[in-house]
T-cell receptor, first 112, second 114 residues
Framework: GENVEQHPSTLSVQEGDSAVIKCTYS??????FPWYKQELGKGPQLIID?????GEKKDQRIAVTLNKTAKHFSLHITETQPEDSAVYFC???????????FGEGTQLTVNP | DTGVSQDPRHKITKRGQNVTFRCDPI?????LYWYRQTLGQGPEFLTYFQNEAQLEKSRLLSDRFSAERPKGSFSTLEIQRTEQGDSAMYLC????????????FGPGTRLTVL
């Protein structure tokens, strides 16, 4: 089955700096890669996703890049704000599969 | 608020008791998923419905767990004879083909087994 590894597990940045979180996946059949933000006591919130026919996608301050050959994808947050502080999860799903396989999460702290 | 609701939000029970959780997905979504999340970990897949049919179950779903989606709308997840190891956040998500398969999560039910 799919295995997703995520790093770093914790990341602390100053407000206004950029943050990068990286994930690798094992199953070359995976073709859908979402990122979720989870605040304390809440369910995961989808913030951006990318499919394997695209190398990069951007939405305002958030971007995701995908390298299919190396089987890794990354989340980039620019101009970080204190409200970006949360746990971020990457995930992967294969073409014909139903389940998302999640990474273990990154606790992002943005210091004012 | 994603439009996926779960009830209850918190449940405290004693070991050996049965518990049931409910999930109401986004109304036009035909797919419904259950995940379990323990502290410091990412969500782990439990089971998946397309309409009323349960199409996939994880090895994590022991015979003490059962899920239903009788009319293809809301779903229930029941845990029988709860154990302390069942303490976790139980998350429900829904999706539709029209949304590109994007999964939207509810707020979760936090289960504590004493």
């Amino acid at each position: 089955g799919e295995n997703v590894e995520q790093h770093p597990s914790t990341l602390s940045v100053q407000e206004g700096d950029s943050a990068v979180i990286k994930c690798t996946y094992s199953d070359s059949a995976s073709n859908y890669f979402p990122w979720y933000k989870q605040e304390l006591g809440k369910g995961p919130q989808l913030i951006i996703d990318i499919r394997s026919n695209v190398g990069e996608k951007k939405d305002q301050r958030i971007a995701v890049t995908l390298n299919k050959t190396a089987k890794h994808f990354s989340l980039h947050i620019t101009e970080t704000q204190p409200e970006d502080s949360a746990v971020y999860f990457c995930a992967a799903r294969e073409t014909s599969g139903s389940r998302l396989t999640f990474g273990e999460g990154t606790q992002l702290t943005v210091n004012p | 608020d994603t439009g996926v609701s779960q009830d209850p939000r918190h449940k405290i029970t004693k070991r050996g008791q049965n518990v049931t959780f409910r999930c109401d997905p986004i109304s036009e979504h035909n797919r419904l998923y259950w995940y379990r999340q323990t502290l410091g970990q990412g969500p782990e897949f439990l089971t998946y419905f397309q309409n009323e049919a349960q199409l996939e179950k994880s090895r994590l779903l022991s015979d003490r767990f059962s899920a239903e989606r009788p009319k293809g709308s809301f779903s229930t997840l029941e845990i029988q004879r709860t154990e302390q190891g069942d303490s976790a956040m139980y998350l429900c998500a829904s999706s539709s083909g029209l949304a590109g398969g994007r999964e939207f999560f509810g707020p979760g039910t936090r289960l504590t087994v004493l």
